[in-house]
Every structure is written in C-alpha cells, then in structure tokens.
C-alpha cells in the first residue's frame, strides 16, 4: 500500500467488535489499539468486557487496563498516547486496527479533538453541586433544554460528559454541540470505519445475555471492592453505579440487574445515534462470514491506496 490505514471497528455495544479487531489484526498482521475508554482501568474488568486472556494473546492489545481509577485520564490524554503510538506502528507497517464503542475516543484519534472556550471553575462548582443536590435527572433535563442535539447522542447516564457539555454552554451562551467539528488537524493516515450492524432485538438480547453472564463471573463482588470509590469519575458509569445503589440499601440486587441492562440498551442506541452521523462507515452484518469482511475490507484498502476513497 503507498498510505498507512487505521482500520476502526465500530458499533454497539456487545455486538462483537472485539472478536472482529482480532480477526482483522491477525489476517492484515497487525496490533489493536482499544478506544473503549472504559476499559483503561486495571480495577474494572467483569463490567466492562475486558478481552480474555485468550483474546489478549490472540493480537497484541494496546490500551487495555494500563490505567487505575485513582490517576486521571482524558480523551486528550487518549488522543495524544494513540497518536504517538500510531506513528510507531506505522512505520512497521500499513494497517493498524483500531476498536472501541467510545464514539467521542475514535473520533479523537481519527479527527482531532475539537477546540472548546476556557470555563470558570466556578460553573464547574455549581453544576457538581447541583449534581449532589438535586441528582443526575436535573443535569439531563438542563442538557435537554440548552443542547437537544448533543442531548441525543451523548451518554446521559454520564455526569462528566453531562457537566463538560453544560458547562461549555453556559460559559459561551451557545450549545456546546455548536463547537463540534470545527477543527480538523491533518492526519498522516486515512481511517477506513468498519461497523457491525444487527436487528435492534439481536443487541438487545446480547446484552442482556452479557449481562447475566458478567453477574455469574462474579461483578457483585468486583463491585463491591470499589464501592469506598463511588464517587471517582471513572466508576460513574453503567454496571457499576446502579450496583452501588443496591449496595447503598436504595433496591433490591434483581432491580439493580434490570436498571443495567435498561441503562445498557440505551447506552447502544446512543451509540449507534452516533455512529449513523458518519456517512464513511462500512457496515457488516453481524452473521457475515469473517472471509468475506476481510475480502470487502481488502477491497476499500485498495481503494484507498489508489486514490478512490470514498
């Protein structure tokens, strides 16, 4: 190939994206970098879907748990570790595969990250404080008010996102989707989206599945090891805050196990809100044949390599 390519296999959550990057590092003979940015931390693994050992060894992973909740980490973090450790991979070789269902962490790697005004601390304060006083649901309706459209793809069972985006949009008086894609730094790779697709009940019966298997695999007790850390960023997140609610006495451990899944499903119809925004995205149907994925991928690297990127 005359360019280098990262290859991003993107889609809802559970749908089998991990099974899909090892399959494509190991025909093209290359590494993944994972952008599921809930994976980056050593202490969340049942709940988050961390790859097996048998899935590690299968591709050389980059990315996965190589962070603890104590140490803070952003997607500009993300974005400048991924970059840097792409321009070593690359000059190795052509192909590098990316996979996560962190829409905002692909992006960033593939688009840059976009520029945003400097906040007082004091809107920060104030939105946290609001957070303690009057719960998650006010912070989703003032997002609702001040941002429709970042309201609908943004994870709004999040509170960091939700107090990133609000804060933006009150400290400029705008909507805080309203700086998206507006810088577009060059990059020295082309990015080919690959994306699982499958009917609506296919996902949501694979993550209800996921989600009984992670509660037999022993998430309670995971959970209940970080429960003295709830209030750390990177544990205000699905499988793991509707737990500490049942560990808190506020339901019983069944309602818990049903709000995860509820919270889970919505999260991938987030994501896939997102991801149907991109007009790039190669889609594959769930039950296609690996050899004819790699065949179609092939293909668009071709493409690619001469020119015709769509």
């Given at each position: 190939m005359s360019c280098k390519v990262l290859i991003a296999v993107v889609g809802p959550t559970a749908i089998g994206k991990t099974a899909l990057g090892i399959g494509l590092a190991q025909h093209f003979n290359t590494e993944i970098i994972s952008a599921d940015s809930r994976q980056f931390f050593k202490e969340m693994e049942i709940g988050t879907a961390v790859p097996s050992k048998?899935?590690?060894?299968?591709?050389?992973?980059?990315?996965?748990?190589?962070?603890?909740?104590f140490d803070p980490y952003s997607v500009g973090d993300f974005e400048k570790d991924a970059i840097e450790l792409l321009s070593k991979l690359f000059r190795k070789q052509d192909v590098a595969i990316m996979v996560g269902g962190s829409g905002l962490y692909v992006d960033a790697v593939v688009n840059g990250l976009d520029e945003f005004p400097e906040v007082d601390p004091k809107i920060r304060e104030s939105l946290n404080q609001k957070l303690d006083e009057e719960g998650l649901n006010s912070l989703q309706e003032e997002l609702r008010e001040r941002d429709p459209s970042y309201y609908k793809i943004v994870d709004i069972e999040n509170p960091h996102r939700l107090i990133r985006a609000l804060e933006v949009s009150i400290m400029a008086n705008k909507p805080y989707s309203t700086f998206l894609n507006q810088y577009k730094p060059k990059r020295e790779f082309k990015a080919l989206y690959v994306g699982i697709e499958a009917p609506r009940e296919v996902i949501y019966k694979r993550i209800n599945t996921r989600v009984d298997l992670m509660m037999q695999a022993g998430l309670l007790e995971e959970v209940q090891k970080l429960h003295p850390y709830r209030h750390l960023n990177a544990l205000q997140t699905v499988g793991y805050k509707e737990l500490f609610e049942y560990l808190d006495g506020h339901c019983p451990l069944d309602t818990a196990v049903s709000e995860i899944k509820k919270n889970t499903r919505r999260f991938a119809k987030r994501q896939?809100?997102?991801?149907?925004?991109?007009?790039?995205?190669?889609?594959?149907?769930?039950k296609t044949e690996p050899k004819n994925i790699f065949k179609a991928v092939s293909d668009q690297l071709n493409n690619i390599s001469h020119g015709q990127e769509q």
């Open positions: 048998e899935e590690l060894k299968a591709a050389t992973h980059h990315f996965i748990q190589h962070k603890s909740i896939l809100t997102w991801l149907r925004k991109n007009q790039n995205i190669l889609w594959v149907d769930h």
